[in-house]
């Protein structure tokens, strides 16, 4: 093994790092700031308040996005809202009460002090977007309004409708367009990173293409920032954007960035169950409908009755039955895995079995469909909207789906992966959420990374380093956009007989059966032999129409392909070393009496980060070794 | 199901456009209108044609980059629906349906039904912002917020930039997008300060951008699939002739251009 992997976390008690940490940082003289360029790619929460926020600072941003304005990153699509410590209840919650329940929910899977530094920076955030004009919901005194979500017992969700995700990302948005307008800031929508380049150990730049023209150029800078969000897709049929994609940071790791815990990948209870084979996405449910619908099952195999015809008697409520205190509640990871179980026990219901009932029938006896309607209209809608059934009158039919990766690049505490100069915001690393994420995170974690950690520890990277000036013309950038261009360029000569998309649903299938809800060796060896299979088949025999030289959408999914053909086989090995079951990651072959992931604390109590070693030879696993002084390993209990 | 789609097929911004005509089989009712497009494409693939480009991403509507004229209609037929959100289920089996792309001055077309909508992003980055860098926020209860105001503003910012509004216009005007803007920050106390610079700056540019006047058709509030209220145009107008009378600083920024 080389040498172990160094988190550089500061050292003190757990509450004083991040403060002590803020003043022992370098800064970067005011004057200085604006010749330094940053590169941030993406745009969504990390990468747009990144962006908005360096920029702010004075340094030369430039950031990139792949859709035609950075307002449309997924980010947007984040529905139920976004945590924050602040107490405004007066229910007993608190910084170190967030940070507990975070690190408990990831099954003690993070890094404790990333996890506090996230729960204290969540009550700067609310203030920030507030300030921005993010229109939170708020109570008739006019004070911000809050509710408890996922499995959480205080109420410390801040949320705008069903949108929070969305209003959030205008916020960061409007602040990027606004140093758009001041000429501080250069935005390149349609552009794709396909490259990052290293010149003496650090990152030095990016090569993207121009997704309108395809031409293939090069952008120099002394800090790169990923925040290009998570791998999901590689699932095929995910609540991720179509074009949610694993380009940028597979990239990066080919170049010597280390790949952490790839296999965590949450799976969220509350989604539209597939409707057939031509399906291209799932949608998501926002979580929250679990404060109010019951989830049930018939507790009779294949009972084809239409559910108001099933009677109490003949109902399991399984969840209130398996978890009495956290009932309809219970973390993400437990519900999803509790739906898959009675759906393979047979009691699944609507096409195929795979889906259970979510009923609000109870809800809206007891406090009026008007009351249901102002919570969850827009939700009921998209959910009519998308089967055509009134959730009103029949209950809902719910599945999982995956929906959020917490493995990402490996960085260590200021964020900055094992490449110097490459640092990773938001979903794209794995920092803060351990084994599984809690409702409500996500967004709070985006925008931490993204409004108030990368602004001061790129600037104790840029202040500490001594970068030699690089230009574009520098022969490394010319190597790089050679490879891109010849990646390309092979793609469109093979001219073979499938389409992208038939590689892409029979990878999926692959991970979904042998690397979803529930893992086996057995399963994730078969796996580990069926996708290189299928790589190789790709490039054989894959078709990708038309040229590199104009807007091309074939090329463009070919090539997130091919590196979701690589990634997946990461995943499944990752997830087959990894011989424990832990939040998201459950292993059937280690499981209590009852059902539930059974850690291996002596021997899995860190993180796996892979190493590239070159095509021809499997990646090196290294551990960091995570290590509790505050909140005590214990098993997770929802009952 | 069975469609004879008409399909605008234009190479480039500068190549001349023209219908094409495709056969879509085997749809199901439960597919979505993208979904059946992905199906017209993969056939097209397999037979060695090159696939439509259409923009899309986030299939949920709500990221805004889907969008075409689907028989003359800004995200077809129902109402309060982006294009992704429309499942065949609305169309009769054999229907012959016509699609474009958005068509306006100031949304040139890439290709087929891509087109550019950066001016968008534009008429946002002249004044569509409230000043709060990062940072220097108090705490976020020390400004109240009346829950009818908040309501309100929530109700105009859940605009989603998809550009329909403008495609439905007869003036391809951009009105309703910029209004729904300046009246979500114009309703919140935070967005007081700007209030009046920001109306005069975002209407300056949208004018640059080659969007058209509002005549008050309406067209825009019928194909929106937020259905913002056209209340939003009216309340943009009222800051502007304030704007225009209250303030000696931006009336010199309006005769200097």
Sequence with gaps: MSAPLDARIPDGPVGEKWDRHKFEMKLVNPANKRKHTVLVVGSGLAGASAAASLAELGYQVKCFCFQDSPRRAHSIAAQGGINAAKNYQNDGDSVY??????????????REANVYRLAQVSLNIIDQCVAQGVPFAREYG???????????????????????????LLGAYQALERQVGLGRLRMYPRTEMLDLVVIDGRARGIVVRDLVSGAVTSHAGDVVVLATGGYGNVFYLSTNAKGSNCTAIWRAYKRGAGFANPCYTQIHPTCIPQSGEHQSKLTLMSESLRNDGRVWVPKQQRDTRPPNQIPDADRDYYLERKYPSFGNLSPRDIASRAAKEVCDEGRGVGPGGRGVYLDFADAIKRLGVETIRERYGNLFEMYERITAENPYTVPMRIYPAVHYTMGGLWVDYNLMSTIPGLHVAGEANFSDHGANRLGASALMQGLADGYFVIPYTVGDYIGSAKLERVDESHPAFRDAERGVSERTARLLAIDGTRTVDSFHRELGKVMWDYCGMARNAK???????????????????????????ELNQALE???????????????CR???????????????????PDGEALRDDAHFAHVAVWQYRGDDQPPERLEEPLEFENVHLSQRSYK | MKFTLHVWRQAS??????????????ISADMSFLEMLDAVNESLIERGDEPVAFDNDCREGICGMCGMMINGVAHGPMRATAT?????????????????PWRARAFPVIKDLVVDRSAFDRVIASGGFITAPTGGARDANNILVPKSDADDAMDSAACIGCGACVAACPNGSASLFTGAKIAHLGVLPQGQAERRQRVLRMIAQMDEEGFGGCTWHGECHEACPKAISLDVIARMNGDYLRALWTSHEEKHEQAGG
């Excluded at chain 1, 009460?97 to 993070?110: N, P």
Aim: glycine share 10%; with cysteine.
């Design chain 1, 574 to 592: 990752d997830a087959l070393e990894r011989r424990e079951s832990c939040g998201a990651h459950f292993r059937e072959e280690f499981q209590t």
């Design chain 2, 84 to 100: 992704c959100q429309l499942f065949m289920r609305h169309f009769k089996d054999g229907d012959t349906i016509y699609i474009e």
């Design chain 1, 142 to 168: 006019g004070l911000l309004a809050n509710r408890s979500f996922g499995g959480a017992q205080v109420s410390r969700t801040f949320y705008a409708r069903g949108q929070t995700g969305q209003q959030l």
């Design chain 1, 523 to 549: 399963g994730l060896a078969y796996a580990l032999e069926k996708i290189p299979e299928i790589r190789a088949d790709f490039w054989r025999t894959v078709d990708v129409p038309g040229s590199a030289a």
């Design chain 2, 13 to 26: 911004a500068s190549a001349t456009g023209a219908f094409a005509t495709y056969q879509a089989t085997d």
């Design chain 1, 97 to 110: 009460r967030l940070f507990y329940d975070t690190v408990k929910g990831g099954d003690f899977r993070s």
């Design chain 1, 557 to 571: 999914k070919a090539g997130r392909v091919a590196d979701f053909l690589e990634l997946g086989e990461l995943i």
